[in-house]
């Protein structure tokens, strides 16, 4: 007799063979003759049903097992896989043995059958991967982080480790979490300047905001990588789509430039589609029933369009005509507000949109800059609901216009030795861009709040489990 996950034991034969189930009671259903209990270990989206028959004589072994066999207990039951009577289920488990692992009080576990909702369920993040949304939620994420690796791997890119404690700032946008040892409680009552000679690593030194700078110097080096972990900002904007600590996805590509880039990004958000309508088929059908109907249609339909390419210029344009029907009134120059994202690439594009070519001024010292001396290759991708789920560019590989880029953003060049030196020694054109895993998963699921799709948020405010 095996245990085996209930996924596994679904696709089974009901062909009467003796199987093990163990898992966490989602219902109970008691009727005269027959008691019904209904097991998920998360393993796939449905449950397994046990069914045990009075008729047939139980045992007062398991008539005790059964009254402690309530929502949230686990249990561990055996019995005979054999064909469901009922819809929507092939087999069911006719059980004859019954122990209940662990109790759940109902009067106290949190997770009774009804509908909590989202907002609820934040305040229980250790219980609510139990529910039908969150195992879901969960399982895609999974398997989404696995088709990230396959895409990578199958094209010649080496998985490189970025640093999460780094003295750089990437986009220099200055939203960075300070990392310090220094007793800052006894410091503050002694009236001193910090001295952070006296720090731990010597000097300032923060969280991560992108894997992106070290991932230049390897794919300098290895011709293709790519990073996947977490990255944080301290970015005070409290929104569906920000978080605190986030997981992205960044690679980097040598002898490479903008368009490759952008192709790149398309090929990419096509494979994690495609891999969730495939692999993730039962989860997505729970998303587009209960979370945002047509789901599955706009993920089928995005795999098979060509993305559309628009510079910022145009962008610009299209958005000035329409000026009326947003809050922040677009100009050229300005950066790109949620509202003006959606609008590209629900309206103007009717599907996901790659934005091109932006002012210098509002993007990070390291892109490339254009022969017209205001924008740089910069590109973003939009999808509609969502807005921006990708940032990249070409990268300035020519040392001189690097250096005084970095003096006209007020960055100083000595701090960027090692970056610049990528440029003295060997440089070539090279491109990459970052995916924000979370709202890949926003996108993917059709969930509101990227708060949900992440198992234990941080953002302002939120620490909490
Ligand atoms: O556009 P961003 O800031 O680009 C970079 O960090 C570059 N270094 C990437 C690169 O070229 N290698 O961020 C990239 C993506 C965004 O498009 C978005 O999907 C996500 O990261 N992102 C966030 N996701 C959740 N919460 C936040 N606060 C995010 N900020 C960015
Ligand atoms: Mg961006």
């Given at each position: 007799m095996e245990t085996i996950l209930i996924k596994d034991l679904l696709s089974r034969p009901a062909d009467g063979s003796r199987v093990v189930v163990r898992g966490w009671v989602r219902t109970k259903r008691d009727s005269k003759n027959l008691v019904f209990l209904e097991i998920n270990d998360g393993s796939c989206f449905r449950s397994m049903q046990l069914t045990f028959d009075r008729a047939a004589g139980l045992s007062p072994e398991i008539e005790a097992a059964l009254s402690d066999a309530v929502t949230g207990a686990s249990i561990e039951a055996a019995g005979k896989l054999v064909p469901s009577p009922a819809s929507g289920q092939e087999s069911e488990l006719a059980a004859d043995s019954l122990e209940v692992v662990g109790k759940a009080d109902p009067a106290a576990y949190p997770l009774q059958k009804k509908r909590h909702s989202f907002e609820f369920l934040r305040e229980i993040g250790h219980l609510r991967a139990r529910t039908n949304t969150f195992g879901a939620v969960a399982r895609v994420r999974s398997r989404l982080a696995f088709a990230i690796h396959e895409f990578f791997q199958n094209r010649g890119f080496q998985y490189f480790n970025a640093p999460l404690i780094t003295a750089s700032d990437c986009e220099g946008a200055g939203a960075m979490f300070q990392v310090t040892t220094l007793d800052l409680d006894a410091m503050a009552k002694s009236g001193k300047a910090l001295d952070y000679a006296k720090d731990f690593f010597g000097k300032r030194s923060y969280l991560t905001v992108s894997g992106q700078l070290e991932a230049e110097t390897y794919a300098t080096a290895l011709s293709r990588v790519y990073t996947f972990g977490p990255t944080f900002r301290a970015e005070n904007s409290n929104t569906t789509r920000?978080?605190?600590?986030?997981?992205?996805?960044?690679?980097?590509?040598?002898?490479?430039?903008?368009?490759?880039?952008?192709?790149?990004?398309?090929?990419?958000?096509?494979?994690?589609?495609?891999?969730?309508?495939?692999?993730?088929?039962?989860?997505?059908?729970?998303?587009?029933?209960?979370?945002?109907?047509?789901?599955?249609?706009?993920?089928?339909?995005?795999?098979?369009?060509?993305?559309?390419?628009?510079?910022?210029?145009?962008?610009?344009?299209?958005?000035?005509?329409?000026?009326?029907?947003?809050?922040?009134?677009?100009?050229?120059?300005?950066?790109?507000?949620?509202?003006?994202?959606?609008?590209?690439?629900?309206?103007?594009?009717?599907?996901?949109?790659?934005?091109?070519?932006?002012?210098?001024?509002?993007?990070?010292?390291?892109?490339?800059?254009?022969?017209?001396?205001?924008?740089?290759?910069?590109?973003?991708?939009?999808?509609?609901?969502?807005?921006?789920?990708?940032?990249?560019?070409?990268?300035?590989?020519?040392?001189?216009?690097?250096?005084?880029?970095?003096?006209?953003?007020?960055?100083?060049?000595?701090?960027?030795?090692?970056?610049?030196?990528?440029?003295?020694?060997?440089?070539?054109?090279?491109?990459?861009?970052?995916?924000?895993?979370?709202?890949?998963?926003?996108?993917?699921?059709?969930?509101?709040?990227?708060?949900?799709?992440?198992?234990?948020?941080?953002?302002?405010?939120?620490?909490?489990?």
């Amino acid at each position: 007799m095996e245990t085996i996950l209930i996924k596994d034991l679904l696709s089974r034969p009901a062909d009467g063979s003796r199987v093990v189930v163990r898992g966490w009671v989602r219902t109970k259903r008691d009727s005269k003759n027959l008691v019904f209990l209904e097991i998920n270990d998360g393993s796939c989206f449905r449950s397994m049903q046990l069914t045990f028959d009075r008729a047939a004589g139980l045992s007062p072994e398991i008539e005790a097992a059964l009254s402690d066999a309530v929502t949230g207990a686990s249990i561990e039951a055996a019995g005979k896989l054999v064909p469901s009577p009922a819809s929507g289920q092939e087999s069911e488990l006719a059980a004859d043995s019954l122990e209940v692992v662990g109790k759940a009080d109902p009067a106290a576990y949190p997770l009774q059958k009804k509908r909590h909702s989202f907002e609820f369920l934040r305040e229980i993040g250790h219980l609510r991967a139990r529910t039908n949304t969150f195992g879901a939620v969960a399982r895609v994420r999974s398997r989404l982080a696995f088709a990230i690796h396959e895409f990578f791997q199958n094209r010649g890119f080496q998985y490189f480790n970025a640093p999460l404690i780094t003295a750089s700032d990437c986009e220099g946008a200055g939203a960075m979490f300070q990392v310090t040892t220094l007793d800052l409680d006894a410091m503050a009552k002694s009236g001193k300047a910090l001295d952070y000679a006296k720090d731990f690593f010597g000097k300032r030194s923060y969280l991560t905001v992108s894997g992106q700078l070290e991932a230049e110097t390897y794919a300098t080096a290895l011709s293709r990588v790519y990073t996947f972990g977490p990255t944080f900002r301290a970015e005070n904007s409290n929104t569906t789509r920000h978080l605190a600590e986030f997981w992205m996805v960044e690679p980097e590509m040598a002898f490479a430039r903008l368009e490759d880039n952008m192709a790149l990004a398309e090929d990419f958000l096509k494979h994690l589609f495609g891999c969730a309508l495939t692999q993730c088929r039962e989860d997505l059908e729970f998303f587009d029933e209960r979370i945002q109907k047509g789901i599955i249609e706009t993920l089928d339909s995005v795999v098979r369009a060509r993305f559309t390419h628009m510079t910022y210029t145009d962008a610009v344009r299209e958005l000035e005509k329409h000026a009326d029907a947003f809050e922040f009134k677009p100009f050229w120059g300005c950066d790109l507000q949620s509202e003006h994202e959606k609008f590209l690439t629900e309206k103007v594009a009717g599907g996901p949109t790659i934005v091109t070519d932006y002012p210098k001024e509002i993007k990070a010292f390291y892109m490339k800059q254009n022969d017209d001396g205001k924008t740089v290759r910069a590109m973003d991708v939009l999808v509609p609901r969502l807005g921006e789920i990708i940032g990249g560019s070409e990268r300035e590989e020519r040392l001189d216009a690097l250096v005084n880029r970095l003096k006209e953003v007020g960055l100083a060049p000595e701090d960027y030795w090692w970056y610049l030196d990528l440029r003295r020694y060997g440089t070539v054109p090279h491109s990459g861009f970052g995916l924000g895993f979370e709202r890949l998963i926003l996108y993917v699921t059709g969930m509101a709040n990227i708060r949900d799709v992440i198992p234990y948020p941080r953002a302002v405010g939120q620490a909490d489990f």
